[in-house]
């Protein structure tokens, strides 16, 4: 897929070459006064008449006709130097693989060295590249009749200059992975609830932990029940579909210590139950797993790159459905921690499922748990749809997942939990918990249930259910599942420093 090439001239032939372009007076200096001279000057007379944009992320083609090796040139303004940050750098990337791929053009090369700055370094530009460039082409194929077509994609990607080729070709395949591991999420996220139950969630962290080495567990619903896990049993009760606690591990020290813990949501189609969702709100529930699919992403990239840490990742599957059998509003359950549940919602299923998987987690030795859920829309009307909601127990584990969620430019901001908040998820007249305290704070109230069952392990929620799925097609991918979190995730476990 990739290649990397140091020392290149202009007239080795090229289907496209990409170039980024600062504004500034036009004087071409280097490479671009060479590709200037050889083009009779035209480049500059296409800069003044503004057919060529430095703005940012405009993409300007050129065709060469002949006169040089690349037979297209396209232009990647960049702006004002240095008026770029690391976001915007990977969206027009993003942005001209984009346009090239609608273009059905299969190959491209891109001029690394005309997007260095003093901000990023070729090493970061090559990341940025290579994951934007996963992202960016990413489609999900779909059912449609015409979807067995066969696709054209970009299958050769060639990258120009880097004083280090061994050093580029290592953040080239460390950009890549992180883009692909999060388009693995994306997929499972886009699949219909039919097409993905709990058996098939398994089946994939099956295959995932075949092909990694990871340890694999698959808890089955007899297990559970031994296992006294009632919170997950009864979110399942209403279904034809088995439930699954799906377990992998992945030991990159020498011991079993300073475990981690990646905990995801893998309800695959929440009607609500009994508490039924209105019509208009039932339909998009199929991406009711998009934190599992976030930490299954997150131990595709913890599979490849292997990091020297300790992972263990917990995924509790079923849908939500109802029955004659399924769970009720004013059920009270047993969770595998012992505490009791008095159910008042039945569509606050997500919280329940993770109880128990937070408590199973435990169980497996974790020693810092970080769960990832569409858990409420409470969330979405808080912080909107670009920004994840975190909450949490322990300051400096935040501190860690915000740094990861900063660099890896997913967008991540906390809301607090108050003794008053955990007060009112202890409210049960009847029993110890209640899983939905009332319309206020719903993302709040989501959070201090499970912190319950973390107890007093640092642990951190992030509720994605606004950022999980995008409305509108971007720069970096279509419309539908975003794999949010796989990157700050990924990023978390290798960067991840024990806390004394
Ligand atoms: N899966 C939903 C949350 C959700 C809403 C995800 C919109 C994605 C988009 C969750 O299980 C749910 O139903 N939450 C309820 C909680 C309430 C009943 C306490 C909600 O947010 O309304
Ligand atoms: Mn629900
Ligand atoms: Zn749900």
């Known amino acids: 897929m990739f290649s990397v090439k140091v020392e290149w001239d202009f007239s080795t032939e090229q289907e496209s070459l990409i170039i980024g372009l600062v504004e500034k007076p036009v004087k071409f200096e280097g490479y671009l006064a060479e590709l200037d001279q050889l083009l009779d000057g035209h480049l500059t007379q296409l800069v003044k008449s503004g057919d060529i944009s430095a703005k940012k992320k405009a993409i300007s083609k050129v065709h060469t006709f002949g006169k040089i090796g690349p037979k297209r040139l396209f232009f990647v303004g960049l702006g004002k130097e240095n008026g770029f940050d690391f976001e915007t750098l990977k969206e027009a990337f993003g942005k001209v693989f984009q346009t090239i791929q609608d273009q059905k053009l299969q190959e491209t090369t891109v001029l690394l060295d005309s997007f260095k700055s003093d901000l990023f370094e070729e090493n970061d530009v090559a990341h940025a590249l290579s994951e934007s460039f996963a992202l960016s082409t990413y489609r999900f194929k779909g059912y449609k009749q015409s979807s067995n077509e066969p696709e054209k994609k970009i299958e050769q990607l060639t990258v120009l200059g880097g004083m280090d080729q061994t050093e580029i070709e290592a953040a080239l395949t460390v950009g890549y992975t992180y883009g692909k591991a999060t388009n693995s999420a994306r997929e499972l996220v886009n699949l219909p609830g ?3 139950t709990a058996t098939d969630l398994a089946n994939y962290a099956k295959s995932l932990g075949e092909k990694y080495d990871f340890e694999v567990e698959i808890l089955e619903k007899e297990d559970m029940e031994k296992l006294g896990m009632g919170a997950l049993l009864a979110v399942n009760q209403g279904s034809v579909e088995p439930p699954k606690m799906i377990v992998l591990k992945y030991q990159g020290k020498e011991n079993w210590e300073d475990v981690i813990a990646l905990v995801g949501k893998g309800i695959t189609f929440d009607t609500g139950g009994y508490s039924l969702k209105p019509k208009d709100g039932i339909v998009g529930m199929k991406t009711d797993m998009g934190g599992a699919a976030a930490v299954l992403g997150a131990m595709e990239v913890i599979g490849e790159l292997k990091p020297e840490q300790n992972v263990v990742m917990v995924i509790p599957s079923t849908d939500n459905m109802v029955s004659g059998n399924a769970f009720k509003p004013d059920d009270v359950i047993t969770s595998m921690s012992g505490k009791t549940i008095e159910v008042l919602n039945t569509d ?10 937070v408590t199973y987690a435990k169980h497996h030795g974790a020693n810092y748990i970080v769960d990832v859920a569409t858990l409420t829309g409470g969330v979405i009307v808080a912080l909107g749809n670009d920004t994840t909601g975190a909450l949490t127990n322990h300051e400096e584990l935040f501190e860690q997942v915000l740094e990861s969620a900063v660099e890896a430019g997913e967008q991540m901001w906390r809301l607090p939990i108050f003794e008053k908040d955990k007060e009112r998820v202890r409210g049960s007249k009847i029993a110890d918990l209640n899983n939905s305290p009332g319309r206020d704070g719903h993302a709040i109230m989501g959070a201090a249930f499970i912190g319950e069952f973390a107890e007093d392990t640092p642990w951190v929620h992030l509720d994605i259910a606004g950022t999980a799925t995008a409305k ?13 979190m796989t990157r700050t995730l990924a990023l978390f476990v290798e960067r991840f420093e024990p806390i004394k």
């Open 194 to 196: 039919n097409m993905l």
């Open 348 to 357: 606050a299923e997500g919280r329940l499922a993770l109880a128990d998987a």
């Open 472 to 484: 509108k097609d971007s720069d970096l991918g279509p419309s539908g599942a975003t794999g949010v």
